[in-house]
């Protein structure tokens, strides 16, 4: 086959920097003249009543010197207000002009041509139409935009960056860790959790946009709960070096060790197992805005122990499918495992042959075939009568399951809010992922023998 040069475009980091510094600028900007332009018409409300009361006591005023006072005043009144008027004209300019250059931001190309050459007998055709809105998709997340379309209903050491890598959020602390998407394989996309690696300057504090036990509705007290998420965007892996095995391993819970067998792995030179950080990226219905910040987000990192307030029992099992359904989809993906193996079929299918008599012209055989429709009807039926009682019963074990959620995500909150002031940890705290887990074992036993219900 031949080949052909083609083009196709590419992000510029420069350029996205410099057209989300000039955004910040501008937003800034705006919000602090619309600011300003409140404070001044307040003000001027405030000195018009004043002024209104002045001419009131000047209309009263019988002597020529409490008269001659009240003028000066209402003079210097009448000057302050002419005044902030100038100022709030001013700020009203600046507010039109800052929202312009907004949109001048917004309007930057921060893309550059790039000359390919495409060979039209390979895959790489899927690579180039990928990468195009690669970026958008990342500087998304590093808005807190909506990224998918799709929504979901919810059952119960300093390393460099590789190609398709990028820095999404980090979670801060005395270490701080980045969050990286890894999108070398297209459509299958991956997150990780790193230490030993700066955050760029427009990267989010991803605490700052938890949801998990926050008010959604301040008149109802209603928190944000699974209902409101539309999609969940992949699940964040922190991969401890030199780990060789599958990265959905790591997020299932590490029974924490007691002083004994801690002081004997170290007797031993064993390493002492540590609770990797794993972090559920998700996408919610309605956006949200971030106290301290201005635009709205729909995207959260919800941790182990925020995973537990919105799924209550089964977020442990639900971090640890939808990891594997990430992981395995992009090691698929990616072509290393093995060929499809196929495996029967868990459904039992009904024969389509009928046991029919040898003489198929006589009346015993139309006797045989009415009696086995009647006994047919009588297994249908039957069999309505059986989904009936199941149905039924279904419903019973449904409502009583959600009371015992509901009690379940209570009793959690209220456990982990003890905990927090048994180790003197603030609720402000992000909890280590082996205090996490140390919580987790500890509610779980006293919630199994009903010590908390």
């Known amino acids: 086959m031949g080949s052909s ?30 600011k300003k332009v409140e404070e001044k018409k307040k003000a001027i409300t405030e000195k018009n009543t004043s002024v209104a009361e002045l001419e009131r006591l000047l209309a009263a005023a019988t002597s020529e010197s409490e008269k001659e006072a009240k003028k000066k005043e209402l003079e210097k009144l009448q000057s302050e207000i002419n005044n902030d008027d100038s100022e709030m004209r001013d700020a009203e300019e600046e507010e039109k002009k800052f929202a312009t250059e907004e949109k001048d931001a917004d309007m930057m190309d921060v893309y550059d041509d790039q000359e390919i050459k495409a060979e039209h007998d390979s895959d790489d055709d899927l690579n180039l139409a990928e990468s195009t809105d690669e970026m958008d998709r990342i500087g998304k997340m590093l808005r807190g935009a909506r990224i998918s379309e799709k929504t979901e209903t919810i059952e119960i050491q300093a390393i460099g960056l590789g190609k398709g890598q990028a820095i ?10 980045v969050i990286i998407v890894d999108r070398s394989v297209p459509k299958r996309e991956i997150f990780r959790m790193r230490t030993g690696v700066e955050p760029p300057a427009n990267c989010p504090d991803i605490i ?13 007290k209603e928190k944000w709960n699974k209902s409101d998420i539309a999609a969940v965007l992949g699940v964040v892996i922190e991969i401890p070096p030199k780990y060789k095995g599958n990265p959905e391993d790591l997020v299932r819970l590490i029974k924490p060790l007691t002083n004994k067998e801690v002081f004997d792995l170290k007797e031993k030179g064993k390493p002492i197992p540590k609770q990797p950080e794993v972090q559920l990226f998700l996408q919610w219905k309605l956006g949200m805005i971030p106290e301290g910040e201005e635009e709205e987000v729909f995207i959260s990192y919800e941790s182990r122990s925020g995973c537990r307030t919105i799924f209550k029992k089964t977020a442990d099992q639900y971090l640890f499918e939808k990891a594997k359904e990430f992981e395995e989809a992009y090691r698929n993906a990616e072509g290393r495992t093995k060929s499809e193996i196929r495996t029967m079929s868990p459904v039992s299918l009904p024969s389509t042959a009928r046991n029919t008599p040898e003489d198929d012209s006589g009346s015993e055989g139309e006797e045989e075939l009415e009696q086995e429709n009647k006994s047919e009807e009588k297994k249908t039926e039957e069999k309505k009568k059986g989904e009936k009682k199941t149905e039924e019963k279904n419903k019973g074990e449904k409502k009583d399951n959600k009371l015992d959620a509901d009690a379940y995500g209570n009793a959690w909150e209220d456990y982990e809010a003890k905990y927090r002031a048994r180790k003197r940890i603030g609720a402000d705290v992000e909890l280590s992922p082996t205090q996490e887990a140390d919580l987790a074992f500890q509610f779980d036993y006293l919630w199994t023998n009903g010590k908390l219900k």
């Open 5 to 34: 040069r083609d083009t196709i475009q590419v992000l510029n980091q420069k350029k996205l920097a410099e057209k989300d510094a000039l955004r910040r600028v501008a937003v800034e900007g705006k919000i602090n003249a619309r």
């Open 168 to 177: 999404i959020g980090y979670k801060g602390g005395i270490a701080k860790k």
């Open 208 to 220: 700052n946009w938890r949801r998990a036990g926050k008010v959604k509705n301040r008149q109802t």
